[in-house]
């Protein structure tokens, strides 16, 4: 059977009851239906008769009244009750509560039903670029993209990875001649590179000094973009080594990022051409100081003037804009994409804003399609300034994640590590995890400082703490020794009530994460939800509780704690280790 979330089944009954009281029509969003704050005398509230009053020019607390008279919740709720200026509080009762709570234990999915309309969604993340190290700037992305892609798959939606690398375009001539000064052979068999920046670095500080080396990149890059097979077998040769070091990332921080999901820059190569016939043909472009420009209409600059997105240079090289331009129309006409996220820093924000108006007048995008760019702010470092490593370059990736492994080690070593556990394994769940943590508990337009003391803390909202409640409920059920079985629920304590409702509410979360793609909400749920369960697990006892079937549903409250954060931490893309 499934069930609406809490919120919703109680909206449903405020409309109707408005319908009934005053024959006015409000949306299920009007209602508005939330859970009240721990520790309030009531579980959710209504705030609909405030606005509606207003429209109907009334008292809003004798609308409240009447609505409340109106109101069939008899199976839910206790008689609703009229506070303030008119909210309506209600107050769950507990059989009802119990009976919930019974069906979400027993549902596979801790209530979350498969999308009814499954989206075919493309998640453009990580996007490095290729010779460059990975820095602390694609972290965000990747933690972020992959986020998003575990909770679409969970709520039942197809998703389609594609890691848009940074794998084309002009540097590429002069990191290809100095290749060959290395004695790169053909292909760059036997050869590789160890540290990215640096050979970067050699490149950039040869093409700056010496002019014929300038001079012979330029042609190179002619040479690559016309496809002549020497140059494409040292180019692949570079993108190759690179990918083996973006394959070390993303396997320390474990997302599912893999070598099928690369659909880079050079992908689109062969598209350009095409997409820049198909929008002159549509006359949407014009030529401006020799460039091939597309002016969306509403954009304009600082004084005024239009803004373009190139699409073609004067000297026909094409742009970072006709790849993104190619990128989408492949999406939405050859992927059938309906949903497209582009998880990329929020400075990219008119670079989108354009594509996607471009996109919609060429006809490629509609408004079945949902488009977004996911944005988001800047890691900073302690001092509030962009993170550095002190000899001020941006840090690399790999070094801040192995750092924090190695931090979490010596966090792990001031405590008692339980028999049989995997202390590097523990190490490293601990360590990303809280990297990763850190990151998605922040709204992700926000900028955050990066601080490893505070993310590995114990206690405050962090994964640590997570994982410790998480250890901590199935340590109670190891020591049941018997699985706690599938009789009812008894919410005896106001402890108890309190968790049973935080454990309710994790479908409507998943829900909520997936309306405006901020998984920093499930952060803030599962933080509540250990804090209710840590406050259950000091005040009820569980083991020792009185009765057989006191203890029995205290044990299916442990329980489904560990699931829902277990499955709340894997959706974020961090293991919670059953024993810490
Ligand atoms: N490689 C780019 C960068 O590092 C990000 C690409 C984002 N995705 C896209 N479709 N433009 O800034």
Excluded at 83 to 100: H, K, M, Y
Excluded at 135 to 147: E, F
Excluded at 452 to 465: A, I, P, Q
Aim: one cysteine or more; a negative charge.
């Amino acid at each position: 059977m499934t069930h609406p979330d809490i919120a919703s089944e109680l909206s449903a009954r405020v409309v109707a009851a408005v319908k009934a009281a005053v024959d006015s029509d409000i949306s299920l969003e009007q209602a508005l239906v939330r859970p009240a704050a721990p520790g309030r005398p009531w579980d959710y509230q209504s705030n609909a008769a405030m606005g509606l009053a207003k429209r109907l020019g009334m008292p809003s607390r004798e609308l409240a009244g009447q609505i409340a008279d109106h109101l069939d919740v008899d199976d839910v709720s206790e008689a609703p009750r009229v506070e303030g200026p008119g909210f309506l509080n209600f107050q769950l009762r507990p059989a009802w509560l119990e009976a919930r709570l019974a069906w979400l234990r027993d549902h596979e999915h801790l209530g979350v039903e498969p999308a009814t309309r499954p989206h075919r969604s493309v998640v453009d993340y990580s996007a490095p670029n290729v010779a460059k190290e990975m820095h602390v700037g694609h972290l965000r992305s990747t933690i972020i993209g992959d986020a998003l892609v575990r909770l679409l798959r969970f709520a039942g939606h197809a998703t389609i990875p594609q890691n848009h690398l940074g794998d084309w375009g002009t540097p590429f001539g002069m990191l290809i001649e100095h290749m060959l000064d290395e004695g790169w052979a053909e292909g760059g068999a036997g050869h590789s590179i160890a540290d990215l920046n640096a050979f970067y670095q050699a490149a950039r500080a040869k093409f700056e000094a010496d002019p014929d080396f300038g001079e012979r990149s330029r042609r190179r890059v002619v040479a690559l973009h016309r496809g002549d097979p020497a140059t494409l077998g040292l180019w692949q040769g570079l993108v190759e080594e690179s990918e083996r070091h973006f394959d070390d990332v993303y396997e320390l921080l474990g997302v599912l990022l893999g070598r099928d999901d690369i659909a880079g820059e050079s992908f689109y190569n062969a598209m350009l051409a095409d997409t820049v016939r198909e929008l002159e043909e549509k006359g949407l472009t014009v030529v401006s100081d020799g460039a091939t420009c597309i002016f969306p209409p509403g954009f304009t600059g600082r004084t005024g003037e239009p803004m373009p997105l190139i699409v073609e240079k004067s000297d026909g090289a094409y742009t970072y804009d006709t790849t993104d331009l190619a990128a989408i129309r492949h999406r939405i006409c050859a992927l059938g994409a309906d949903q497209l996220l582009y998880v990329v820093g929020a400075p990219q924000r008119l670079h989108f804003e354009l594509v996607f108006a471009a996109a919609r007048m060429a006809g490629w995008l509609t408004d079945e399609i949902d488009v977004r760019h996911i944005a988001f702010g800047s890691v900073l470092g302690e001092d509030g300034k962009m993170l550095r490593t002190r000899a001020g370059r941006p840090v690399t990736l790999a070094a801040l994640l192995e750092e924090a492994v190695e931090r979490a080690g010596a966090v792990l070593a001031e405590r008692d590590v339980p028999d049989g556990a995997d202390p590097p394994a523990l190490a490293r769940a601990i360590g990303i995890g809280a990297v990763k943590y850190a990151d998605l508990s922040t709204d992700r337009e926000r900028d955050y400082v990066f601080s490893f003391d505070r993310m590995l803390s114990l206690d405050g909202n962090t994964s640590v703490y997570l994982q410790y409640a998480n250890a901590r409920a199935r340590s109670v059920l190891a020591r049941a020794g018997a699985a706690p079985g599938a009789g009812p629920f008894t919410l005896a304590e106001p402890p108890e009530r309190e968790l049973a409702l935080k454990l309710l509410q994790f479908p409507a979360t998943v829900q909520d994460v997936l309306s405006d793609m901020r998984p920093h909400k499930l952060c803030t749920y599962l933080f509540d939800t250990a804090v209710a369960f840590s406050d259950f697990y000091d005040r009820c006892p569980v083991l020792r509780a009185e009765e057989e079937a006191l203890r029995a549903s205290r044990l299916g409250l442990c329980e489904l704690t560990a699931r829902v954060i277990t499955q709340g931490l894997d959706l974020l893309g961090i293991e919670a280790p059953p024993r810490l």
